[in-house]
Nanobody, 119 residues
Framework: QVQLVESGGGLVQPGGSLRLSCALS????????MGWYRQAPGKQRESVAV???????NYADSVKGRFTISRDNGKNMVDLQMNSLKPEDTAVYYC?????????????WGQGTQVTVSS
């Protein structure tokens, strides 16, 4: 059974930093991308930062220059370093893995971790 477990959320003041981590467990094959999404109250879930395996890293315009996504292949983890946080970054952050196997896409999600940016 595939599990994605996020950690590292919390309350931080504007301008502060947080690091989110996502640990993958279970048998997962043909990973196409790994990344972080977020959902603020009353808004749709949006992509924040995504690593296309063997390709690019894509960031939402709103976080470029402030957030950095990284992947540790050996530990099967994907992290999100968030700097210069703003109140509008407040949301539940979800770890995501997309797979593409024999042309069939699948998506796996973590349970989410709350990030609150407030003074």
């Amino acid at each position: 059974q595939v599990q994605l477990v996020e950690s590292g959320g919390g309350l931080v003041q504007p301008g502060g930093s947080l690091r989110l981590s996502c640990a993958l467990s279970g048998s997962i094959f043909s990973i196409y991308s790994m990344g972080w999404y977020r959902q603020a109250p009353g808004k749709q879930r949006e992509s924040v930062a995504v690593i296309i395996i063997g390709g690019n890293m894509n960031y939402a315009d709103s976080v470029k220059g402030r957030f950095t996504i990284s992947r540790d292949n050996g530990k099967n983890m994907v992290d999100l370093q968030m700097n210069s946080l703003k109140p509008e970054d407040t949301a539940v952050y979800y770890c995501n893995v997309h797979t593409l196997r024999a042309g069939i896409p699948s998506a796996y999600w973590g349970q989410g971790t709350q990030v609150t940016v407030s003074s």
